[in-house]
């Protein structure tokens, strides 16, 4: 029969191994792991998650307590892992600011600049509207609990204690990139559309018309076309990057 001692020793090595993971992914998420996000809370979030999935998490874990050395190993391990996690799930949500800077050069508005949280710096204006945004979707709809499912599901993709697979690391992560890229310009598609359509018809009023400054008198015109096409337009954008946000988390981490 296992005595007290044994159980705390066991315990505090297999809660030491999934907070690594829990809290660095936990430390990287949309939301959870922005920069108005004090640290304080993460920590707690991490550390109220991971004992919530103690119980759980603990069956899976190897049995046997390996020396200083090898500890440490697993731990770098599981920190590569939670950081893999949550950098996938940021990329993610990055294709809202990369439809943002493509909106804001087809306006007009790419020198206007304000704080990202989410990047932590400065970017453009309808990039940090995208990207707040989509983070709070991402609560209003649940798909933070999915992410959570994720984090756990990763267990049986990537075991404790296994070699770490750097390749197909690395090749998700470069499929997350493309595919983040490929929907940020499709969110921003109507934008590019309307302004090309625009930008022909200055140009041909310009040949017409060599004598008017036509591009001068057209940036009114160019913000007011954005403005509208995103009034009209920015549910279905939020909505189409929201189905891609969800089938995403499914697809790397099987949620």
Do not use: C
């Not at 936990?26 to 996000?37: K, Q, R, S, V």
């Not at 204006?125 to 709809?141: D, E, N």
């Not at 470069?174 to 200055?202: E, Q, R």
């Amino acid at each position: 029969m296992e005595t007290l001692a044994e159980f705390f020793e066991t315990g505090v090595y297999v809660f030491m191994l999934i907070f690594m993971r829990i809290g660095t992914a936990m430390m990287l998420f949309p939301g959870i792991g922005d920069t108005y996000t004090p640290v304080r809370v993460r920590l707690f979030l991490g550390l109220g998650l991971t004992l919530v999935l103690f119980p759980l998490l603990s069956q899976i874990m190897p049995s046997e307590i390996p020396g200083t050395f090898a500890f440490f190993i697993l731990l770098f391990r599981e920190f590569m892992l939670g950081a893999f996690i949550g950098i996938v799930a940021r990329i993610l949500l990055m294709a809202l600011d990369t439809a943002g800077m493509l909106v804001s050069l087809q306006a007009g508005l790419s020198n206007a600049q304000l704080f990202n949280p989410a990047l932590a710096t400065q970017g453009s204006i309808i990039g940090a509207f995208f990207v707040i945004t989509g983070t709070m979707l991402i609560f209003v709809t649940d798909l933070h609990h999915l992410m959570i499912y994720g984090l756990v599901n990763s267990y049986e993709i990537f075991p404790v204690g296994a070699v770490l697979p750097f390749d197909t690391m690395g090749e998700l992560v470069t499929k997350a990139v493309a595919t983040a890229f490929y929907t940020g310009v499709s969110v921003a598609a109507p934008f590019l559309v309307v302004t090309l359509l625009l930008y022909i018809g200055m140009g041909v009023l310009a040949r017409l018309m060599p004598q008017v400054q036509v591009f001068l008198l057209a940036i009114p015109v160019q913000i007011l076309l954005s403005f509208t096409v995103m009034a009209v337009g920015v549910v279905a954008g939020l909505t189409y990057w929201l189905s891609f946000y969800e089938q995403g988390i499914r697809f790397f981490f099987g949620g």
